[in-house]
């Protein structure tokens, strides 16, 4: 495989340009920089040596290439090769290709198993197509480059299909992502456009673009698709309209309000918008965004302001992953869906590429010309006829926001609140609602907004009453003042009298007491009606996980993913630090069941600071799990100590991943009792009984699964990677996801076959994979005799409330029949 270094004055430059070309390639190419130098008065610089040593760590027969951004980036490398062995230097080439753009090129190229040849005059290609983006003059033609040749360009043949949108918002954030997203993983040209809109055919790699053709259920989209991979590309990106990209609308709950009779206000009482239902009486506390005022001037130096832009695209996106984080955790992955169209958004190629011309041809600051093209994409979205989409303009300005507000220096919006209160506020975007907490935030009342805004979804799923679209006067009601909210009628009221808090009072205890007698469920055992009790246990990845899911009737964790303290580090974390995180989880949980899986990287969780320089064809089939772990005992002993000592007094089981074959239980066992002699010799208590158990997630490990069964105490499925592998469909691949369904009737044997074997070898067997969460699915799973499921918390009620409506008896029967279906789509049918 050809391999890139970049090489840059600016670290975080070089760093920005390297996650723009892995994210195109998804780490198909290795990718080494040589950025900045040891000096922290002035970081900007190159070092030879340094460019030498990422060569070296990346060297490939195949080729390397380098790419520079300018001045002594170019000597730098020039004298990297003097370092190099002869036969190194024949295989190394310098690229005079632009920097962004050609890297990206390069790694595309790259990717595609491209020769050395290729791969160059793709990269130095990018600066004629920047050129053109540019309106600069045809005559930019790229230098020759060592052993360089043009490739010769022939007419390709365009090819299009009509589509009819079925799901049933339409290309809403979330749909557009995956278009996007999909589109974007092909070299061909692509464009889309809405035939029964009218509208004009746009790039699929805009995620603005995109969302702007307004296509609705029942719209007719024409895609064209031109290049070497039009027909693979335009295949995939019909698998994912046929599969209403991957929603199911029976999920979908429509709030449906009745037309509220207008009646005269009482005295304080204003109209709004009723976006979120409860009843909320509480001091208010008035929220403001940090103002922001952009002045625009000029600049000299255009690189550098560009380069300020991109620092600040990628320090944006660091937040917004971190809220997408927190989102998932803390109210769902529909909502945390959310915030990766907010990550689609800063890298929308269009949006780049004209914040950029500004910078260069008008020689003005990154801030002013930010502001401008965030404004005109704010303004294309206003002008659209849907209302749906006009109220996607929330997003793009909290992103625009986001990225001026790290130009400019500020810090975060504080929106801490220490005591109960109903924030007031002219709005609040996607960002601002997410980070609330439903135990001090009573309620919300804005200005602006919409029923159906991003701001509205999440609040209604925090469960925080909310208000919006009042009459602006509210705003000069000073902080502290008593308000009362009503999210059901859309009415708020200025310190309401007491007789209309009594009633108030009385709505909302009532809507407390069905609320508390849901939860007093959820905290009951799941027993079927014919005196069957299921443990009902919580997949987490965190300690706040553990909160939520006790608090949510969790039975214990079923799934701990030691994933997450890997991935917040810069390096492998230390003994001590997994201890005590461990040790915390334990102690949220009482003696609850604790499973901690041992770390299950590689594949599409690789750990950036244990890269190996190797890339694998297919990850899926790689070293992931405990191939991971065996090929890295000292890190593999040191996650054993530490899980070892947090089981002392605690219920502490462990669990190993990616179990294929009886060697590997065995040397991960050996591995474990080497840690447990040490803790016995060092006189470090921890339990000496600890049960031992492995994830069922590969097709070797059902076959043998009698054997295996002789070695652990429990077995877990997985069913998201038992799917695939049973399938031979990549989950990640939407032409093919299809078939990774748990639901197909080859999965759910391979399920049966697991559970038979471990109950003939007298252990139990429980399943983890996000299966276990579809209500229709628990029948079968029962059926087919599971000792117990974990879910995410969120699903634990009800799950528990279905397993009480049915008898094993009913559930058995159900399963039996699911076994003799001849596909998934049958067995949902059934």
Request: charge should be negative; hydrophobic fraction near 45%; proline fraction near 4%.
């Amino acid at each position: 495989m050809i391999s890139l270094v970049i090489v840059s004055h600016s670290k975080q430059l070089a760093l920005g340009v390297r996650e723009l070309a892995v994210q195109m390639v998804h780490e198909r190419v290795p990718i080494a920089i040589a950025a900045g130098i040891e000096d922290p008065e002035n970081p900007l610089g190159t070092d030879a040596m340094q460019v030498y040593e990422a060569i070296i760590s990346v060297f490939s027969d195949a080729g390397v290439l380098v790419l520079m951004d300018l001045g002594s980036a170019v000597m730098s490398a020039e004298m990297a090769l003097e370092f190099l062995s002869p036969e190194q230097r024949a295989k190394v080439y310098l690229c005079s290709s632009p920097f962004v753009e050609g890297t990206i090129a390069a790694a595309v190229s790259a990717a595609a198993g491209n020769s050395i040849q290729t791969v160059i005059a793709e990269a130095q290609g990018a600066l004629l197509a920047k050129a053109t983006l540019l309106g600069v003059s045809d005559n930019l033609k790229p230098h020759a480059c060592p052993m360089a040749r043009k490739r010769g360009v022939s007419a390709e043949k365009t090819r299009e299909i009509r589509l009819t949108i079925k799901n049933r918002l339409g290309l809403h954030a979330r749909p557009a992502a995956q278009f996007v997203a999909t589109a974007s993983r092909y070299q061909s040209q692509i464009q889309v456009q809405n035939l029964t809109r009218g509208t004009a055919a746009v790039r699929s790699d805009s995620i603005n673009q995109v969302a702007t053709l307004g296509a609705r259920q029942g719209h007719e989209l024409l895609i064209t698709a031109t290049g070497t991979d039009a027909q693979a590309a335009l295949t995939a990106l019909q698998a994912l309209i046929v599969n209403n990209f991957g929603e199911d609308d029976r999920l979908i709950k429509v709030r449906r309000v009745a037309p509220q009779e207008v009646t005269p206000a009482t005295e304080g009482e204003l109209l709004g918008i009723g976006a979120s239902g409860g009843i909320a009486i509480a001091p208010v506390v008035h929220y403001e965004s940090v103002p922001m005022s952009i002045v625009q001037y000029r600049i000299e130096n255009v690189e550098i302001e560009w380069q300020r832009l991109q620092a600040a695209i990628q320090i944006a996106k660091q937040e917004i992953q971190g809220l997408l984080s927190h989102t998932y955790v803390q109210i769902g992955d529909a909502e945390a869906a959310i915030f990766d169209a907010h990550l689609l958004f800063l890298e929308d190629p269009l949006l780049l590429e004209a914040a950029r011309k500004r910078i260069i041809e008008q020689h003005i600051n990154a801030e002013a010309a930010w502001q401008t093209v965030v404004d005109e994409v704010a303004n294309s979205y206003y002008q659209l006829e849907d209302a749906y989409l006009q109220e996607r303009v929330d997003d793009v300005v909290d992103v625009g926001r986001r990225v001026l507000r790290i130009l400019l220096g500020n810090a975060p919006a504080n929106l801490e609140i220490t005591t109960p209160s109903i924030i007031l506020a002219t709005d609040l975007t996607p960002s601002d609602t997410a980070r609330l907490d439903p135990q001090k935030v009573l309620g919300i009342c804005t200005t602006f907004g919409s029923a159906t805004s991003h701001s509205a979804i999440i609040a209604r799923t925090l469960g925080i009453p909310a208000v919006l679209g009042v009459d602006a006067k509210i705003l000069k009601v000073e902080n502290g003042t008593l308000i009362a909210l009503d999210g059901e009628s859309g009415k708020a009221w200025i310190t309401p009298n007491a007789k209309l808090v009594e009633t108030l009072e009385a709505k909302r205890q009532a809507w407390q007491t069905a609320q508390e007698e849901a939860q007093k469920q959820a905290h009951q055992p799941a027993i079927t009606l014919d005196g069957q009790r299921i443990p009902i246990l919580a997949n987490i990845s965190s300690i706040a996980d553990a909160q939520v899911a006790i608090s949510n009737g969790a039975e214990g964790v079923g799934l701990l993913r030691t994933e997450f303290l890997y991935f917040d580090c810069d390096s492998v974390p230390g003994e001590e630090k997994q201890l005590t995180v461990y040790q915390s989880i334990a102690k949220v949980l009482e003696n609850r069941p604790l499973i901690i899986r041992t770390l299950d990287v590689g594949g599409d969780k690789p750990l950036p600071y244990m890269s190996t320089g190797v890339t694998e064809a297919n990850p899926f089939l790689g070293v992931r799990g405990i191939r991971f772990c065996l090929e890295n005992p000292q890190l593999f002993k040191t996650h054993l100590r530490a899980i070892l000592r947090a089981s002392a007094g605690n219920n502490i089981k462990i669990l190993l991943p990616m179990i294929a074959t009886l060697a590997e239980v065995r040397a991960a066992k050996v591995i474990l009792a080497q840690v447990q002699g040490e803790l016995r010799q060092e006189e470090i208590p921890f339990d000496e009984n600890m049960e031992v158990g492995i994830m069922i997630e590969t097709p070797a490990a059902v076959a043998i699964a009698d054997q295996l069964a002789k070695e652990v105490q429990f077995f877990s499925i997985g069913t998201n990677d038992l799917s695939q592998y049973v399938m031979a469909g990549d989950r990640n691949n939407p032409r093919v996801a299809n078939l990774a369904d748990a639901l197909q009737p080859a999965v759910l044997r391979m399920i049966q076959q697991t559970v038979q074997a471990a109950h003939a070898a007298n252990i139990w067997v429980g399943l983890c994979g996000e299966l276990a969460a579809d209500i229709m699915i628990t029948p079968i799973l029962l059926g087919l005799g599971l000792d117990e499921l974990s879910v995410n918390p969120q699903a634990i009620a009800p799950l528990k409330q279905e397993i009480t409506r049915l008898t094993m008896t009913q559930a058995q029967a159900i399963a039996s029949l699911a076994l003799q279906q001849d596909s998934a789509t049958s067995v949902r049918a059934l």
